[in-house]
């Protein structure tokens, strides 16, 4: 077994070649380092024909930071871990993990160059109509299998106790759940929207509901989250979308994976104002978001009901009533939790580009503004938005 130990782009190299029969024995490899994200190093290994391979290191710190932000590697476990269970119920929207080394804490998996990060589409106007039905089978499929309407007792708890994650989870309970709501360092504010940020310090109402939302993130393992399913997790091209990045994986609320994936699709809703320059443009994207949102959650719930009917052994958990009930809670959860992003990407640590990358600073605090208004009225009023329909609606009388 080799000890850890950093990967050079050469180190990375070898370790394709060594774990992969794709290259061929006497191939030429090449590999460089191209990561974007905010913890892990990134490479891609080419061969002389062109065929290529990821290879994914946890680094013993958060990359976006440096050494002072220690972090466990062991989250290159969990994210082979998650990946691969997901894969087993949701191959065809999974990436595909090859080989996964505890000790290097090394992933080789496919390369999906022949896809776009969906963040990037979605900011270059790019619409795919297959964005919602495909990962709404993504999310029923891997969150029902793994909930406890399949897993019995004993099978739960450990796979509970597989999945901790303390590290990362903490990263969210203080990132996504804390930050924004108080004068934090970590935090990254623009100065034009000051003082609507710092409304939210103030603000016990949304104080109160945003904590009812993290003690169930602490304290609801329903089923195995991806735990950071943002629009820079999800590979798109024409006919597919493919889900990487599962590094934040742990047992919790199920409306945490929807909602994160919601608010990202309303992030670049109230971006659309700075991102585009037509209003053409604008509400051309605005309704193929609010169409997707539609179709998202109409065909994950769907889903989820018919597995609950057809693939569920426990007889107390055959009811029906309690079925729609827990589909109705996930739906609440989900709108609390889209909230949070909104809000936690406009003021907190890690921003996206659907906001960041709109030039005018006037123009952008207006979405910025738009943001954080949406958050809150998500989040305080998630209860009374008991259908898809009465969501959209209150998104388009909100911004
Ligand atoms: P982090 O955990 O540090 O956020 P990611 O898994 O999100 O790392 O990967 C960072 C970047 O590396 C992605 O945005 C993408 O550009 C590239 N990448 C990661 N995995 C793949 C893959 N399987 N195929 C192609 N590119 C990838
Ligand atoms: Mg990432
Ligand atoms: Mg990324
Ligand atoms: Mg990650």
Redesign the pocket.
Same mark, same amino acid.
């Given at each position: 077994m080799t000890a850890y130990q950093i990967f050079t782009s050469e180190q990375a190299m070898r370790f394709a070649d060594e774990h992969s029969e794709l290259f061929g024995e006497h191939s030429k490899l090449s590999a460089t380092e191209f990561g974007d994200?905010?913890?892990?190093l990134v490479f891609r290994v080419v061969n002389d024909k062109g065929t290529s391979l990821i290879v994914k290191q946890a680094l013993p710190y958060a990359r976006c930071v440096g050494e002072s932000w220690p972090l466990s590697t062991d989250r290159a476990r969990i994210e082979a871990e998650v990946l691969k269970l997901h894969a087993r119920f949701c191959p065809e929207h999974t990436v595909e993990v090859l080989h996964f080394d505890r000790a290097l804490s090394a992933i080789l998996m496919e390369d999906l160059k022949q896809y776009d990060i969906l963040r990037t589409a979605l900011i270059k106007g790019k619409q795919f109509a297959h964005l919602a039905p495909q990962l709404a089978n993504y999310l029923a499929n891997t969150l029902f299998y793994t909930s406890d309407f399949v897993l019995t007792g004993p099978a739960k708890k450990a796979a509970v106790a597989q999945f901790t994650n303390p590290d990362l989870c903490l990263i969210t309970e203080d990132l996504f759940f804390t930050d924004p709501y108080c004068n934090h360092e970590r935090n990254t504010i623009h100065s034009l929207i000051l003082p609507s940020a710092r409304a939210l310090w103030y603000d016990t109402d949304l104080q109160a509901e945003v904590a009812m939302l993290k003690a169930d993130f602490l304290s609801k393992p329903q089923a195995l989250l991806h735990g @950071?399913l943002h629009s820079g997790?999800i590979f798109i091209n024409n006919e597919n979308c493919k889900v990487i @990045?599962a590094?934040?994986g742990f047992y919790g609320p199920i409306g945490f994976d929807v909602g994160v994936l919601i608010g990202n699709l309303l992030i670049n809703y109230v971006a659309s104002p700075g991102v585009f320059k037509t209003p053409e443009e604008q509400s051309q994207q605005q309704h193929y978001l609010l169409t997707q949102i539609h179709t998202l959650w109409q065909h994950f719930a769907d889903t989820f009901s018919q597995l609950q009917q057809t693939a569920t052994q426990d007889p107390t958990l055959q009811n029906s009533r309690y079925q729609q009930r827990f589909l109705q809670q996930v739906f609440t959860d989900a709108i609390g939790y889209a909230g949070c992003e909104l809000i936690r990407r406009t003021v907190g640590l890690a921003h996206v580009a659907d906001l960041e990358r709109i030039s005018d600073a006037k123009q952008r605090a207006v979405c910025e503004i738009h943001a954080l208004t949406l958050g809150r009225v998500l989040i305080l009023e998630r209860a009374q938005l008991d259908s898809i329909t009465a969501l959209l609606d209150k998104v388009q009388r909100t911004v």
């Open positions: 994200g905010n913890l892990n @950071d997790s @990045d590094e934040f």
